[in-house]
């Protein structure tokens, strides 16, 4: 009983991208069937495993170190509390239905043959297959572990889902738009796992392999259906006439 009441509170709105993707699946063709096929193919290319063991490594290392009581109040009460609640709620329960929404309200939007619905109908049809495959990790890997938080609410505490989709959102948006887009997200991610620290629903090891899952997953939905290798990565800087600095990954 307590196994059926951990899974309702902490998977039904996640749970939506696998209905959703099902059923868009069964929809559209062989495309998104193999896209989706192929994303779980990608995560054993080098890249993916790599991120994925560097991981496991730095959580284990931070386990091995951290409080057993967390790291709550290490951030002012003002103006971070706020800003706690909002991230909570962005990257918690709002992340999955926002994708989704993106997804089908672009792929309604595409019929008028609008290359910015078709761009968006792409971006949230990418980021549903990687959150697919991060929640799915996740909440295996919660359903698992049996990890008591920080703040003693429930055993949910490994591995953070917050960290991992805000980091799958990241990865995703960085492949879509550039670094223009993708670092303020990154920036939102790297908060996003500062946040569950403060909040005491989550210890550092947690985070830090939720954040692994879901960049691994969203290299993976990234490089589906484009033939990407995701042998290697390089990140470059380079500078224009007038002096503006481009970030790239």
């Excluded at 968006?120 to 990418?126: A, D, I, K, L, P």
Aim: glycine share 8%.
């Amino acid at each position: 009983m307590k196994l059926l009441q951990q899974l309702r509170t902490s998977t039904r709105s996640r749970l939506l991208i696998a209905t959703l993707t099902l059923l868009a699946t069964l929809s559209s063709g062989n495309e998104l069937f193999d896209n989706t096929l192929e994303t779980g193919e990608k995560l054993f290319t080098p890249l993916p495993l790599s991120v994925l063991a560097a991981g496991a490594g730095c959580s284990y290392l931070a386990y091995r170190t951290e409080s057993s009581t967390g790291y709550s109040d290490f951030l002012p009460e003002t103006p971070f509390s706020t800003f706690d609640k909002v991230d909570n709620f962005l990257f918690g329960e709002a992340l999955p239905i926002s994708a989704a929404t993106l997804w089908i309200a672009s792929s309604i939007s595409s019929s008028e043959s609008s290359e910015s619905s078709e761009s968006s109908e792409n971006t949230g049809e990418t980021l549903c297959r990687g959150l697919l495959y991060t929640y799915g990790f996740v909440q295996t890997l919660k359903l698992t572990t049996q990890r008591t938080r920080p703040d003693g609410s429930n055993s949910r505490s490994f591995p953070s889902a917050h960290a991992a989709g805000a980091s799958c959102t990241a990865v995703v948006m960085w492949d879509k738009y550039g670094a223009d887009i993708g670092i303020p997200f990154a920036a939102l991610a790297l908060y996003t796992c500062v946040s569950r620290l403060n909040l005491r629903k989550h210890f550092p090891s947690d985070v830090i392999f939720g954040a692994a899952i879901g960049t691994a997953c969203g290299l993976a939905a990234a490089a589906a259906g484009k033939n990407d290798q995701l042998g290697s990565f390089s990140f470059s800087l380079s500078v224009d006439s007038e002096g503006r600095i481009t970030a790239g990954l």
